[in-house]
C-alpha cells in the first residue's frame, strides 16, 4: 500500500479504526520482517495503544513460531485490547495450554472475553479455575476484582430479566466516524460538545521518534438538534484545539463561568500524557487556558476526564472529579478530586475518591448530575455484564453509597462509558458504546466507541414540593398563622443501606414564598435538614419506600426562632444530695437534649443547674455547678463536641417560685420548681468557640 512505510523507527498507527489491518497489509510486507523485528514492532505498536497493528505483527510472528508461549500471549492481549474477541478467546487458550504455569493469567483474560461475548457461565468456570491456579504476586487484586463480579451467569440473567424500557439510538454518521468519539457534555437541551477525530483517512504514517509527527489530533467539536435530529457544527470555537495535542473531555461548571478540559500529547517515552487545562469567562470572553498546575498534573501520570460536582457543606466550593493513574491509587485508572485554595489560588493536592468508587481494575468517563449529587462512571472493576458499565452512585469526595449497575440496555456486552444526563430532562442523555449499531432493524456490526442518546420509557418522577414555615401564636386560625420562611437552607441527604448513615445530596434554598422543591428517587430513605441564621435547624425524616407511580409529595416542614430564654430539661434527676445522673436522667438526655444538639451542630449551650434553699448557700452553689458539670460531661460522653458546652451552677440565686409559703412553712411545690436543669443557647460555633449572640 502507498502511504504506508514501515521501519525501525516508523510505524502504522491506525487510530481506532474499525476491525484489523492484516487484510489491509499484504504478506510480503510483513514477509521482509525477522522474527526479532515483528516482536519488536509488535511491542511498539502496543506502547502506542495501537493494539490492531500489535496484532497484525505478532499474528505474523506466531504463523512461523506457533508454540512460542510469550508472544502468543501477547498476541492475545492485543487482541482482547483492539475488542477483537472472538480472536482473543482463541489466542488465551492457545497460550495457557502451551504453559499453563506461566500463563496461568490467561485464564482471567479469558474468562473476562467471554463476558464480553455473553458465555458467562463459561466465565464463572475461568474464573474459579484461575483462582485455583494462578500465584501470582499480585493474585489478590485478581480475586478482590472476582469478588466484585459475584456470580456473573446469575448477574447477567438477573439483568436481562429486568431489562428496562429505554429507547437507544445511534447518532447520525456526520457525528459518530470511523474512529472514536468521546466525552459528550450538554452545554444546553440542545446543544453539545463532543471528542472525535473527523477524517476519512484510517492508516496514519507515525515517527516514534518525533511525537508530533504526522500524528492526527482529536479535537473537541459542538452538535446541535435541528428538530429531532444531531447534526455536527464543526470545531469548537476558541483557544482549545492547537496543533499537536489532543483535545478532548470537555466540562462547564455548573455557573458555565468555567470549562475545563484535557490535552493530551506523547512524552519522550511514548506513554500518551493528558493533563487538565481551564479557561474563565471574564467581561464577556474566555481566557487563555491554564493547566491546574503540578499537584493535579504530575508529568508521570495521567489526569483526564474531569466532571465538576459541588461541596454541599461548604457553600460555593466547586470539587473537580478527575480519572489519573497517578501513584496512591486503588489499581488501574482511578476517580480523584481536587478543589480550588482561594488562599494559595492554587488547586489543592487530588484525594482518591476511595474504595467505594475506585477497584483495582479501571474506573473512568465520571459524570455529576447536578440535579440529585448521583456520580455516574464507567468500571470493569465491579459486577458487570461485559466491558467497561456504567454504574451510579449518590455522595461526594469520599462519602459514597454503593454503586448500583445501570443495567440493561444501558450496559451490554461491550465497553459502555461516558454517561451524561440532559440539563432538563432527567429521562434523556448520551453514552458512548463500541456495541452493535442496529439502524432500521439491520446489525451495522460494532465498530470503535461511538455516541448514542438514551430516552427513559417508563422512568418514575418524585417531586418533592416543600413549604417551610414558622408559627405566628397571635394568629388563632392554624393556616393563617403559618408564616413562609424565606432564603432558609435546605439539606438532602439520603441513606446509605449498608450502614445507615446518610450521604449528602447537596443544598437548594426556599423562595420568598417559603417554598422548595427536590428530586427524590423510589425506594430510599432521606433525611432534610432545614437551617435559617436566628432559626434552630429543623430535620425531618422522608420516605419514598414503595413508589411505584410518578407524583408529588408534601414536605412541610416547621422551624422555630432560637429563643433567648433558657429551656427547661424535663425528668431531669440526680442521686439524693449528689451530683450523679440517675438513670432516668440519662434516658431523658439521651431523648431530648442529645438530639437537639446532634440536630443542632453549629450551636453552643450553657447547661445550667439550680437548687432549692435547703442548706446554705454555698453548699447550694456547689452543688449545682457540679450537677452541671455532670450533665456536660455526659453530653461528651455522647459524643457531643465539649467546646459547645459550657456548665454554670445557680444554686439558689435564681428561684422560679417560693421555697417557703407567705406564713414562713415550707413549700414542697415551689422547692421542686427551683430544683431543675436548664440549658441556654448562647450562639454558633465559629473556629471551633462558641460566638456570644445577644440576638439571633
Request: with cysteine.
Amino acid at each position: 500500500m502507498s502511504g504506508i512505510r514501515i521501519s525501525w523507527v516508523w510505524v502504522v498507527l491506525l487510530l481506532a479504526m474499525c476491525g484489523t489491518v492484516a487484510g489491509q497489509t499484504e504478506n510480503n510486507v510483513l514477509q521482509k520482517y525477522s522474527l526479532d523485528q515483528l516482536k519488536r514492532l509488535g511491542k511498539r505498536s502496543a506502547e502506542l495503544n495501537d493494539f490492531s497493528s500489535a496484532a497484525m505483527y505478532y499474528e505474523e510472528f506466531c504463523k512461523r513460531k506457533p508454540t512460542d508461549y510469550k508472544v502468543i500471549y501477547q498476541l492475545a492481549e492485543s487482541y482482547r485490547l483492539a475488542k477483537e474477541y472472538r480472536s482473543a478467546q482463541d489466542a488465551y487458550l492457545k497460550a495457557y495450554n502451551l504453559n499453563p504455569k506461566k500463563n496461568a493469567l490467561a485464564l482471567f483474560y479469558y474468562a473476562e472475553v467471554q463476558k464480553s461475548l455473553g458465555n458467562y457461565k463459561k466465565a464463572d468456570e475461568y474464573f474459579a479455575k484461575f483462582k485455583k491456579e494462578y500465584q501470582g504476586a499480585d493474585k489478590s487484586d485478581f480475586t478482590k476484582r472476582i469478588k466484585n463480579y459475584g456470580i456473573a451467569a446469575q448477574f447477567a440473567d438477573s439483568l436481562s430479566h429486568n431489562a428496562q424500557k429505554i429507547a437507544i439510538e445511534h447518532l447520525p454518521d456526520n457525528i459518530n466516524t470511523s474512529h472514536v468519539e468521546s466525552s459528550p457534555f450538554f452545554i444546553n437541551d440542545t446543544t453539545i460538545i463532543y471528542g472525535s477525530l473527523k477524517t476519512d483517512q484510517t492508516t496514519f504514517d507515525f515517527n516514534a521518534k518525533d511525537s508530533t509527527s504526522d500524528e492526527p489530533m482529536r479535537k473537541i467539536y459542538v452538535a446541535v438538534r435541528d428538530s429531532d435530529e444531531w447534526k455536527d457544527e464543526g470545531e469548537l470555537p476558541g483557544f482549545y484545539n492547537v496543533p499537536g495535542q489532543h483535545t478532548l473531555n470537555g466540562v462547564y461548571s455548573q455557573d458555565k463561568l468555567r470549562f475545563y478540559f484535557t490535552r493530551c500529547k506523547r512524552n519522550n517515552r511514548n506513554k500518551v500524557i493528558c493533563a487538565i487545562y481551564v479557561s474563565f469567562f471574564n467581561n464577556g470572553t474566555w481566557t487563555e487556558p491554564v493547566s491546574l498546575g503540578t499537584e493535579v498534573n504530575n508529568p508521570k501520570y495521567t489526569s483526564t476526564q474531569p466532571a465538576i460536582g459541588m461541596n454541599s457543606k461548604k457553600r460555593g466550593e466547586e470539587i473537580i472529579y478527575f480519572v489519573s493513574d497517578k501513584e496512591g491509587g486503588k489499581g488501574g485508572m482511578d476517580i480523584w478530586y481536587t478543589s480550588f485554595d482561594n488562599k494559595t489560588k492554587t488547586y489543592k493536592v487530588p484525594v482518591n475518591a476511595g474504595s467505594k468508587i475506585n477497584t483495582p481494575g479501571d474506573e473512568v468517563s465520571p459524570f455529576i448530575d447536578p440535579k440529585t449529587q448521583t456520580l455516574y462512571f464507567s468500571s470493569d472493576g465491579w459486577q458487570g455484564i461485559g466491558g467497561l458499565d456504567i454504574f451510579k452512585t449518590n455522595g461526594e469526595m469520599k462519602k459514597w453509597t454503593q454503586p448500583v449497575n445501570m443495567g440493561v440496555p444501558i450496559n451490554s456486552n461491550y465497553d459502555d462509558l461516558y454517561f451524561v444526563v440532559a440539563p432538563s430532562n432527567q429521562d434523556n442523555g448520551l453514552l458512548v458504546s463500541n456495541r452493535p449499531v442496529i439502524e432500521n432493524g439491520v446489525n451495522r456490526g460494532s465498530c470503535c466507541d461511538d455516541i448514542f442518546e438514551y430516552i427513559y420509557l417508563d422512568a418514575i418522577h418524585l417531586n418533592g414540593k416543600g413549604f417551610l414555615y414558622e408559627i405566628d401564636p397571635s394568629i388563632k386560625r392554624k393556616k393563617a398563622s403559618m408564616i413562609p420562611v424565606r432564603r432558609a437552607s435546605i439539606l438532602v441527604e439520603m441513606q446509605n443501606r449498608e450502614d445507615s448513615t446518610y450521604i449528602s445530596l447537596g443544598r437548594t434554598s426556599s423562595d420568598d414564598q417559603g417554598r422548595f422543591n427536590i428530586e427524590l428517587s423510589p425506594n430510599q430513605q432521606y433525611r432534610i435538614t432545614a437551617r435559617k441564621e436566628g432559626y434552630l435547624n429543623e430535620v425531618i425524616a422522608l420516605s419514598t419506600m414503595g413508589k411505584t407511580r410518578s407524583g408529588d409529595i408534601s414536605i412541610d416542614i416547621h422551624i422555630r426562632a432560637i429563643p433567648e430564654a433558657p429551656l427547661l430539661l424535663t425528668n431531669i434527676y440526680y442521686e439524693f444530695a449528689s451530683p450523679l445522673l440517675t438513670q432516668k436522667a440519662k434516658n431523658a438526655l439521651d431523648t431530648t437534649l442529645v438530639v437537639f444538639l446532634e440536630k443542632n451542630a453549629d450551636l453552643g449551650v450553657e447547661i445550667r443547674s439550680h437548687t432549692d434553699a435547703i442548706g446554705s448557700e454555698e453548699s447550694n452553689m456547689i452543688l449545682s455547678q457540679k450537677r452541671a458539670e455532670s450533665v456536660v460531661d455526659y453530653l461528651v460522653e455522647k459524643g457531643i463536641d465539649p467546646n459547645r458546652l459550657r456548665a454554670k451552677g445557680f444554686g439558689e440565686t435564681k428561684p422560679v417560685a417560693p421555697n417557703t409559703k407567705p406564713d414562713g412553712r415550707d413549700n414542697p411545690k415551689g422547692r421542686q420548681l427551683n430544683r431543675r436543669t436548664e440549658f441556654k443557647i448562647l450562639g454558633k460555633m465559629r473556629d471551633g468557640q462558641i460566638r456570644e449572640e445577644t440576638d439571633f
